[in-house]
């Protein structure tokens, strides 16, 4: 949920930016989720995105 909320305008993004819109908001991650983060960002469709610059690191990063 979180990779859909930053890369793409899901759901989980209108979601996020709704909630952050009213509210301060803190995102606290674990090591676990970063692990995931990691794997889903190395899988070969995803990671092809991000070489073709069709999504912007600065969307991943931000």
Known sequence: ???SA???RSPPH???A???Q???IQLYI???LLEELADVLT???ENDLLQ???IPWGSVLT
């Open 30 to 32: 674990s090591t676990a």
């Open 22 to 24: 009213r509210f301060s």
């Open 14 to 16: 209108h979601l996020l």
């Open 1 to 3: 949920m979180v990779l």
């Open 6 to 8: 930053l890369l793409w």
């Open 18 to 20: 709704a909630i952050s």
């Open 52 to 54: 073709q610059g069709k």
């Open 43 to 45: 899988r070969p469709s």
